[in-house]
């Protein structure tokens, strides 16, 4: 470490007092996501198949796929917390509404619904703690931001294998609540909105600005690989560890625990990753990401998927903060939303892609199913090392670019 450089609590000290709220808020609303974890498990118990399945979590991806350049509109142009509190309140209720849907095409429809509501506060939140901290706090902030989120994460598969036994409304009714209560939180505490001058909230001048920036491309083309990968946590990933006979509980538990290693050791690590240049970081934490993955294909005990799970969080935990350091500081500050719109795009896409595709890969062969998560991993890696003719700058020590 340079003797300029501060330390990982001067760091968080100096993070403003509306980017602990956003945490905060983020922190609710991530405890809560109980439906979409077992979205999978839910359908194939009350009698849709695997293929069904696959089908209406691809229809949440769809919503989401369009969330993601409406809310990065939205962000650069109604607003950053306006933006946040229609995601939330709207979400809660799509929420609702999905759980009581009886028929196929309507869980469809309602679960693409709860997919373009929910999931709109993305690139809002992104640009708004971009726009509260200077470039230099960037991986630190982005790393809280995480580290916010997977505390949620951790406790909240927990809880929703709990609930689970009292029954699988109840996921969607907790889930409803702390989207509530993030809305409530962003409403009374997060900073109101500047006014934008309209011209600048054009997409056509963005999608200018980020169809030059090959930078920006590199990281698109390597996090869409590697988002294949990570979207079978949330999807297939139960699925196989149901079919090798454990309970819904430990399929909670090992996922909570990849929640838990990320607020415990992400933020500490994130002191040794800024040292090296970005485009080396990223390649070496999607390698480790499929690699965690491609081992699920030996693993048939809970200390093996446990070990795999380990090797995942290791990839996710030096790889994804850095990331959204380096988009945030490639996007104009007008442009911030969309960059980040864009960008949560590709993970859009893998959410339709990955888990009809896993599930189907899945119930044919769960070695080749696995086995290609490494591969994509591998080639996420390549991809963002390949040299540039202008070349992407690594983020500096400081977090500059």
């Given at each position: 470490?340079?003797p300029n ?6 760091g ?5 007092s509306?980017a602990w709220?956003?945490f905060?808020?983020?922190f609710l609303?991530?405890f809560?996501a109980?439906?979409?974890?077992f ?5 194939t118990?009350?009698?849709?198949t695997?293929?069904d ?17 409406l809310?990065?509109?939205l962000a650069?142009?109604l607003?950053?917390r306006?933006?946040?509190l229609?995601?939330?309140?709207s979400g ?10 009886n028929?196929l095409?309507?869980?469809?429809a309602?679960s693409a ?5 929910s ?13 509260l ?19 949620g994460?951790?406790f909240?598969?927990?809880t929703a294998g709990f ?5 699988f409304?109840?996921l969607?009714?907790?889930?409803a ?6 809305g409530?939180?962003?409403l ?10 309209r011209?600048?909230?054009a997409?056509?001048?963005a999608?200018?600005?980020i169809r030059?920036?090959?930078k920006?491309h590199?990281?698109l083309?390597s996090s869409?690989?590697v988002?294949?990968?990570?979207l079978q946590m949330?999807t297939?990933f ?9 309970s819904?509980?430990?399929?909670g538990?090992?996922?909570s ?6 607020v415990?050791f992400?933020l ?9 240049p970005t485009?080396r970081?990223?390649?070496v ?6 690699l ?6 030996f693993?048939?005990?809970?200390s ?10 290791l990839g996710e935990?030096?790889a994804m903060?850095?990331a959204?350091a380096y988009i ?7 442009m911030?939303?969309?960059y ?6 590709n993970w859009a896409l893998g959410?339709?892609?990955a888990?009809?595709?896993g599930?189907?890969l ?5 070695v080749?199913?696995?086995l290609?998560?490494g591969?994509l991993g591998?080639l996420?890696a390549?991809?963002?090392s390949?040299q540039l003719r202008?070349q ?5 020590t400081?977090?500059?670019?």
């Open positions: 470490m340079k450089e501060p330390t990982l609590i001067a968080l000290r100096a993070l403003p509306a709220i956003l905060f808020g983020m609303n991530k809560g109980f439906v979409l974890p979205l999978a498990l839910y359908l118990r009350i009698g849709y695997l293929a399945a696959g089908l209406a979590i691809g229809a949440y991806g769809v919503g989401n796929l369009i969330a993601s350049l809310g990065g509109h650069d142009s607003g950053r306006k933006t946040i229609l995601s939330t309140f809660a209720a799509a929420m609702l509404l999905l759980s009581q849907a028929n095409p309507l869980i469809i309602l619904l709860t997919g373009l509501t999931e709109l506060y993305r690139p809002a939140c992104s640009a708004l703690l971009s726009d901290v200077s470039s230099d706090q960037r991986v630190t902030a982005f790393a809280a931001y995480r580290m916010s989120f997977n505390a994460w951790a909240g598969p927990a609930l689970v036994t009292k029954g409304f109840w969607f009714v907790g889930d609540a702390t989207t509530v209560l993030f409530l939180v962003a009374f505490a997060l900073p109101r909105d500047v006014p934008v001058p011209k600048e909230t997409w056509g001048d999608l200018g600005v030059q920036d090959r920006f590199q990281v083309l869409f690989a988002a294949f990968v990570v949330s297939t139960g699925v196989y560890v149901k079919s090798l006979g454990f819904l509980a430990t399929y538990a090992i996922i625990m990849n929640g838990a290693m990320v415990l992400e500490p690590l994130t002191t040794i990753t800024r040292r090296f485009r970081v990223l390649a934490g999607y390698a480790l990401i499929g965690g993955f491609a081992m699920n294909a693993a048939h005990t809970v093996a998927l446990a070990g795999c799970m380990i090797i995942f969080t935990m030096i903060p850095v959204s945030s500081n490639l996007a104009p500050a007008h911030r939303g969309r980040m719109g864009v960008f949560g795009l959410l339709i892609i888990p009809a595709l599930m189907r899945l119930a044919w062969n769960p080749v199913m696995w290609g998560c591969a591998v996420a390549v991809i963002i390949m202008v992407a700058p690594a983020l500096t400081d977090g500059h670019r």
